[in-house]
C-alpha cells in the first residue's frame, strides 16, 4: 500500500479499524488529515502508519491521552524520548498495581472455590454469604 491513495474504506480495511475510529482520530488530532483534492480525502502510507503506531501504542495499554502527548512531542526532536520515557514509566507503574489488584483478586476467588468445595451439601453457599455481607 506504499505510495498508493486510498479511500477511508480501504484504510480502515487496511489497519483493522473502522471508519468512525479513522474519523475520531482525525478530530483528535492523532492522524494528519488528508487531502481533499477534489472534494474526497485522499488517505497515503503515512496515515496506515500512523493507525499502525496507535494500534501498537495502545498494545502497550498506552492511552489515546498518551499517545496524543507523545505526537505532539514527537515535534519538539530531543524531548521526543524523555517525553516517552516518562509516559511508559508511568503507564509501567499503573500496569504493576492492576497486577497487584489481579493477585489479590486471584487469591479471593480461590479462597471462595475452596470454601465453596469444603462445606457440607446442607449448608448455604459460603460464596453467597461473602458476597452479600456488606464487610
Known sequence: ????QMTIGVLAKAAGVGVETIRYYER????????????ARV??????????YIRNAKNLRLSL???????QKLAIGPQFCA??????AQRLGEVESEIAKLIV??????????????RPADRPCPVLADLTSDS
Do not use: N, W
Open 28 to 39: 483528535m488530532g492523532l492522524i494528519d488529515r488528508p487531502a481533499k483534492p477534489g472534494g
Open 83 to 88: 517525553a516517552t520515557r516518562d509516559i511508559v
Open 43 to 52: 488517505y497515503g502510507a503515512l496515515h496506515l502508519r500512523q493507525l499502525h
Open 105 to 118: 483478586t486471584r487469591d479471593e476467588l480461590g479462597a471462595f472455590l475452596q470454601r465453596c468445595a469444603s
Open 65 to 71: 491521552k498518551d499517545i496524543l502527548a507523545l505526537r
Open 1 to 4: 500500500m506504499a505510495g498508493r
